[in-house]
T-cell receptor, first 112, second 109 residues
């Protein structure tokens, strides 16, 4: 079975630009969560979606937004990029939002 | 969110057992104890979880103290592939995962 997939793998953007990251969950998983991992630190929770509704939001500014589509895939959008947004963005899916989460390989975003 | 304390790093030898400790003294009665690990250049990977009783799966064993204020992840025969950062995460139901700094495990051949 295919795992969680994310695209693109790597991305380079300039300060002030906008970026959209994409995630496809494992088949049958209806919950998707997004995490940001800055180099040398553990992942930090950004959003959780279940059945297309936002179920949780971490301590991130409004420049960060997300949505989940009817096929349960998800997009994370970040506007007005800052240098500090450079990080690995991880997507995780889970069955009915419970217990173990399965992570994708991440999208490495570099803001210059 | 319950606070966790883990050693910054540990080292072991291949084919030997490894015991990774975690202190979570502020854990609530309904928090499950989850362990994830992150191999280099990969996303985190679920390892095991438990509530009160010790748990075993194909990857590892989880020993939970009777007062639930600490737990130990046990890798019975470490391999080079087990070199990773290991995170202990108390979590209730479908709540977000709160990752700390974790323990960086090095396995010597």
């Amino acid at each position: 079975d295919a795992g969680v997939t994310q695209s693109p793998t790597h991305l380079i953007k300039t300060r002030g630009q906008q970026v959209t990251l994409r995630c496809s969950p494992i088949s049958g998983h209806k919950s998707v969560s997004w995490y940001q991992q800055v180099l040398g630190q553990g992942p930090q929770f950004i959003f959780q979606y279940y059945e297309k509704e936002e179920r949780g939001r971490g301590n991130f500014p409004d420049r960060f937004s997300a949505r989940q589509f009817p096929n349960y895939s998800s997009e994370l959008n970040v506007n007005a990029l800052l240098l500090g947004d450079s990080a690995l963005y991880l997507c995780a899916s889970s069955f009915q939002g419970y217990y173990e989460q399965y992570f994708g390989p991440g999208t490495r975003l570099t803001v210059t | 969110d319950a606070k966790t304390t883990q050693p910054n790093s540990m080292e072991s030898n291949e084919e030997e057992p490894v015991h990774l400790p975690c202190n979570h003294s502020t854990i609530s009665g309904t928090d499950y104890i989850h362990w994830y690990r992150q191999l280099p250049s990969q996303g985190p990977e679920y390892v095991i979880h438990g509530l009160t009783s010790n748990v075993n799966n194909r990857m590892a064993s989880l020993a939970i103290a009777e007062d639930r204020k600490s737990s130990t992840l046990i890798l019975h025969r470490a391999t080079l592939r087990d070199a990773a950062v290991y995170y202990c995460i108390p979590i209730q139901g479908a709540q977000k995962l709160v990752f700390g700094q974790g323990t960086r495990l090095t396995i010597n051949p």
